[in-house]
C-alpha cells in the first residue's frame, strides 16, 4: 500500500475543505450588499454568487496559485508542513465565522505556510518574494478599494441630482447586480487559486508535478482547478449567513446606490491584484469598499464593527502562523504519541465545528433584520441625509 499517496489524497481533501471555508466564509463579500438593500432574494444570492465564483475557471489562470505555492520551498514543503498550514488555516475561518467578524482567507493560509515553514526549517524555508508580494496586496486592496467606493460616491450623487432619481432607484439595483457577479467573479478567480496553490506546493514537495519551462509557474493538473473551483461555490452556496449579516447590515447602512459603488471599489481592487499574481483579501477589499461607500454616502459607519475587523485582520497571520507551528511539532512526536495528539486535536475541532455549523443563523434569521424600502425611507426623510458621520440605523 502507498501510504504517500494516500496521504496526499487526504491532504489534498484538507485543502478542498479549507476551499468550502474560504466560500461560506467569504459569500458575504459578493453579497451582503445585494442582500442588504434586497436587490437580489437574500435565499438567491449565495447561489447567483457560487455560479460566478465557478465561471472564473475558464477565464483565469494560475498565476495566483504559482504565488501561494511558493510561500514554503518545494524542498520544505512536505506533508506535515502542508497538514499543518491547512489546519491552522480551516481553523482561524471557522473561529471567526462562529463569531460573525469578517477576517481573511488569504492571511490565514499564508500565515499557516510560513508558520509551518518556519517550524520545518527556519527562515530558510520560506520564500521571502512570494510572501513580499502577497503582503503587498494585502495592504494595498483596502486603501483602492477604499478609495474607489468613496469617490465613486460622489460621482453617484451627481447623476441622482442631474436624473433626480433616489437612493434605491432600480438602475442602481441593476449595476449591484452586475458588480456583485463582478465580485462574484474576481472572488473565485483570486481565491480558488490559493487553494490550488496549496495542492501545487503539496504535489511538487511529493513530485507529483513541477515548474513550468519559465521555471516560475507551477505546472497544474485541470483535475486540480476543478476540484478548486467546485469546492468555493460550493462554500458560498452553503452561505455562511452570520459573515452576510455582518458584512450587509452591521458595518453601514447600505442603499442601492451605496452597493453599488462598494461591489465596484472591491471589484477593481481585486481585478487588479488577480492580474498581477498577488493573492490579496477579498475580505479586505469588499469591507474597505463597504466603509468608503458608508461614509461617502453621509450614512457614517459603524466603527466599533470597523475596529473589530481590523483587529481580526491584524491578528490573522500570527495567530494562523502560531497555529501551525504548533500542529507541526505534534506531527514530529514519536509516531504513536504524534497520532494520538494530532487526532485529539482534529476529533475536538471536528466536534466543535460540526456543533456549531447546526446552530448557526440562516437565511430566513438575516431575512427578518433586513430594513423594508419603507423603513429606508423614513430615514432619509432626515433633514441631512448625506452629513459625514451620520451613524448608520441600529
Known sequence: ?????????VLIGAALIFDFTNGFHDAANSVGTVVATRALP?????AFSAFFNFVALFVVGTAVASTVGKTVKAE??????????LFAAIAWNYITWYIGMPSSSSHAIIGGL?????AAGGMAAISWSSVEKAAIGIVASPFVAFTIAFILMYLIFGIQKLFKMHDDHSGFKGVQLISAAALSFGHGANDAQKTMGVIGALLLGAGYTDFAADGKTIVLPLWVELAAYSAIALGTLWGGWKIIETMGLRITTLHANSGAAANIGASTAIFGATAMGAPISTTQAAASSVVGAGVSSGKGANWKVVGEMVLAWVLTIPFAAAISFGMYWLTQLPTFGAWIAVGAVVI???????????????????????PSEKELGEFDQDPTPHLKGTPPVA
Not at 437574500?42 to 449565495?46: G, N, R, V, Y
Not at 510560513?114 to 518556519?118: H, I, R, S, W
Not at 475536538?348 to 433586513?370: G, L, P, Q
Open 114 to 118: 510560513v508558520g509551518a515553514g518556519l
Open 348 to 370: 475536538a475541532f471536528t466536534i466543535w465545528v460540526v456543533k456549531a455549523m447546526r446552530s448557526t443563523v440562516h437565511a430566513d434569521d438575516i431575512i427578518a433584520e433586513i
Open 42 to 46: 437574500a435565499k438567491w444570492a449565495p
Open 1 to 9: 500500500m502507498d501510504w504517500t499517496l494516500i496521504t496526499i489524497a
Open 76 to 85: 520544505y514543503a512536505g506533508e506535515a508542513v502542508i497538514f499543518a498550514a
